[in-house]
C-alpha cells in the first residue's frame, strides 16, 4: 500500500512538473513576442523621427534666419534711414531668394513633379503615334505597310507572277525598310498593292489582269474573269452525282485577285478553262470487299467493262474478298466534292454460349435456343470526291432487333445401365434419347408387353440403387399406390408426356415439386406386386402406355465412357 501511495505522488510531482514547464515556455515565448514588437516600434519611431527632422530642417532654418534678419530690422529701425531700408531688403531678399527660401524650395519640389509631368506627356503622346515600315525596292518608295510579314507576302506573289514566265529563274526582290510615323497624308497598303508596285518598279511588260490562284499557288491571269467563274458554276450546277447531294463545291479553294501582272502571264479565257476543266487518268489498287462485284468496281471508277478485264484478266473467274485489281483512277485538275445522307441497314452477330444441361446425356451437343442476328439502322453521311467516296461518318443509330444468343447445350447426363451393350436382350438402347436411362445402373429384365402385357420396362437393380428423373417435368403423385404399384413416383412432362417409376423402396420427391432431368426422385426396392428389387418405368402419352425403348439411347454414353 505504501509502495503504490509513493508512486502516485511521484507521479503527481512529475506531472505539476511537467505542466509548470510548459507553462514557463510559453510565458517565455510571449515575453519574446512582445519584445520584439517593442523594438519594432522603437524602430518605426526612430525612421518617422528622422524624416521629419529632414523634412522640417529646411523650414527650421528658414524661420532662425528670418528671425535674425527681423531682429536687425528692429535694430535699423532705430537708426532709420538707409540702414532700415537695407535691412528691409535683405529680408525681403533672403525670404525669397536665400538659402532655403521661397524659390530655392519651389524649385526643388516642383521640379521633379514638372519632369515627372513631362515624362508621362510623353509617353502618352508616342503612345498615340502609329507606326509603320517603309518599303524601298529598287530605288523606289513602294509605299508603307503594317508588318514585315506583308513584304514576305507580296515578294511570294510577285515571285510566283515572274517564275511562271521565266522558269526558275531568281530575282532580287530584297528591299529597305524603315520605321516610320504615319502622319495624315500617309496611307497603309496591302500584300496585294505591294506586289503591284513592286512589279511596276521591275522591267517588265505588265498588264492590269485578274491573278487565278488555286489553294494561294497562282496558276496565271486572264483579263476577264467573269468566263471563267461562268464556267465553273456550269460545271457545279450539271455536274451528274446520284441521289440527293447536298454541299457540292470544289475541293480546292479558288480566288481571283485583280492587279498588275506580267504579260507573258496573262493566258486567254479558253485557255484557262480547258486547264481548270481537265483530267488525267492515273493507275491505282483496289482491294476487293466483301460481296464486291466487277460491275460495282467499273461503275465506281468509271471505267469500261473491256478496260477493266484487260488489265484484270483472272478477275472473269470471280473476285474474291482481299483480291488486289488495278483500276484507272481519273484526276480532274479541279475535283468535286459533295456530301450525300443515307439510311444503312446492318446486321449484329450473336453471340454463342455453352451451357452444361442435364436434358442431355454425357458426350451430346445441342442447340438449345438457336441463335439470330440482330439488326441496327444508322444514318450516315458519306462525303464524295469526284464520285469517290473518301469519308464517312455515322450521325446516328438505332438497334432495331436485338442479337438472340445461340445457346449450346452439353450433355451433363451420365446414368447407364450396367453393360449398355447387352441392356435389350442382346441389342443396346438405341432410341430417340430424349429421355435418359432412369436408374444408377441395372439392366432390362423385363421388356414392354411381353408375354404378360406388361405396361412399361422392368429395371433390375440393388436395393436402395438412386433412381432419378428421365425427364424434366412436375411430380403429380408420390408415395404408396394401392393398385400394385407400391411407392410409385409419377411426373407429368411439359411436352405432354409422362413417365412412371414403380416399386421404390421409398420416394424422395414430393408431389407438386418440379424436378430436373437427372434429379434423385427414389430408390429401388421390391414394393407392391413385385417379385425382386427392380424399377417398373413406364412412359404414356395421353394416357396410352408407350415402350420405353424408343426414347431411350445408351450407345452415347457407352462412347463418352470408353473416350474418358
Not at 454541299?247 to 506580267?262: C, P, S
Not at 458426350?363 to 444514318?379: I, Y
Not at 450433355?411 to 445401365?417: K, R
Not at 436402395?464 to 403423385?477: D, L, N, R, W
Request: net charge negative; glycine share 10%; hydrophobic share 40%.
Amino acid at each position: 500500500m505504501k509502495t503504490v501511495t509513493a508512486l502516485a505522488v511521484r507521479a503527481g510531482l512529475c506531472t505539476v512538473k511537467f505542466l509548470s514547464a510548459i507553462l514557463l515556455a510559453i510565458i517565455k515565448t510571449v515575453k519574446f513576442i512582445f519584445a520584439e514588437i517593442r523594438e519594432f516600434l522603437r524602430f518605426v519611431g526612430r525612421v518617422l523621427k528622422w524624416l521629419f527632422r529632414e523634412s522640417t530642417e529646411s523650414y527650421r532654418n528658414r524661420v532662425q534666419i528670418s528671425n535674425e534678419l527681423s531682429h536687425k530690422v528692429k535694430i535699423a529701425r532705430k537708426q532709420g534711414g538707409k540702414q532700415y531700408r537695407e535691412a528691409v531688403a535683405r529680408l525681403i531678399g533672403s525670404f525669397f531668394f536665400g538659402e532655403d527660401g521661397v524659390v530655392y524650395t519651389a524649385f526643388n519640389w516642383i521640379l521633379p513633379l514638372v519632369s515627372i509631368a513631362f515624362l508621362v506627356g510623353v509617353i502618352k503622346y508616342g503612345s498615340g503615334l502609329e507606326y509603320g515600315i517603309a518599303v524601298e525596292y529598287n530605288g523606289k518608295d513602294m509605299g508603307i505597310i503594317s508588318a514585315e510579314a506583308d513584304f514576305e507576302k507580296a515578294e511570294r506573289d510577285v515571285q510566283q507572277r515572274i517564275s511562271y514566265s521565266e522558269g526558275d529563274k531568281a530575282v532580287d526582290l530584297s528591299a529597305k525598310f524603315s520605321l516610320r510615323i504615319i502622319s495624315d497624308g500617309d496611307k497603309l497598303i496591302s500584300s496585294g498593292q505591294l506586289a503591284d508596285k513592286m512589279l511596276e518598279a521591275s522591267d517588265e511588260e505588265l498588264a492590269e489582269a485578274y491573278g487565278i490562284y488555286i489553294d494561294g499557288e497562282f496558276i496565271g491571269a486572264v483579263h476577264d474573269k467573269k468566263k471563267i467563274e461562268t464556267a465553273l458554276d456550269d460545271r457545279l450546277l450539271n455536274y451528274g452525282a446520284e441521289g440527293l447531294v447536298r454541299d457540292i463545291a470544289y475541293v480546292n479553294k479558288v480566288e481571283f485577285t485583280e492587279g498588275i501582272y506580267l504579260q507573258s502571264s496573262i493566258r486567254s479565257e479558253k485557255e484557262t478553262i480547258e486547264l481548270l476543266m481537265s483530267s488525267k487518268e492515273k493507275k491505282h489498287v483496289h482491294f476487293a470487299q466483301d460481296g464486291e462485284t466487277v460491275i460495282d468496281i467499273i461503275q465506281k471508277y468509271g471505267m469500261e467493262l473491256e478496260e477493266f478485264n484487260e488489265m484484270n484478266p483472272s478477275a472473269e473467274n470471280g473476285i474474291k474478298k482481299g483480291k488486289l485489281l488495278y483500276v484507272v483512277e481519273r484526276e480532274n485538275y479541279l475535283p468535286i466534292q459533295y456530301v450525300r445522307e443515307m439510311e444503312t441497314l446492318s446486321f449484329l452477330n450473336y453471340e454463342t454460349l455453352e451451357v452444361e444441361t442435364s436434358s442431355l446425356n454425357v458426350g451430346t451437343r445441342a442447340v438449345l435456343v438457336k441463335g439470330e442476328r440482330g439488326e441496327k439502322k444508322s444514318t450516315i453521311e458519306i462525303t464524295y470526291i469526284d464520285g469517290i467516296e473518301s469519308a464517312r461518318k455515322v450521325l446516328s443509330s438505332e438497334v432495331t432487333k436485338n442479337p438472340v444468343v445461340e445457346t449450346i447445350g452439353v450433355g451433363t447426363y451420365s446414368a447407364s445401365p450396367d453393360d449398355p451393350q447387352t441392356v435389350y436382350f442382346g441389342s443396346p438402347l438405341t432410341g430417340s434419347g430424349e429421355m435418359g436411362w432412369p436408374v444408377d445402373g441395372g439392366w432390362v429384365s423385363d421388356s414392354f408387353i411381353s408375354d404378360r402385357n406388361h405396361k412399361g420396362m422392368d429395371i433390375a437393380a440393388p436395393e436402395s440403387t438412386e433412381i432419378y428423373a428421365a425427364q424434366e417435368g412436375t411430380v403429380v403423385a408420390a408415395g404408396w399406390n394401392s393398385g400394385g404399384y407400391g411407392n410409385v413416383v409419377m411426373i407429368e412432362h411439359p411436352n405432354g408426356y409422362a413417365t412412371v417409376y414403380a416399386h421404390m423402396i421409398s420416394t424422395y420427391a414430393v408431389e407438386g415439386q418440379y424436378v430436373s432431368k437427372g434429379q434423385l426422385i427414389g430408390f429401388v426396392g421390391n414394393t407392391g406386386n413385385s417379385f425382386g428389387n427392380h424399377c417398373h418405368f413406364e412412359v404414356r402419352y395421353q394416357g396410352i402406355c408407350l415402350d420405353p425403348a424408343s426414347f431411350l439411347n445408351t450407345i452415347n454414353i457407352q462412347k463418352h465412357e470408353d473416350e474418358d
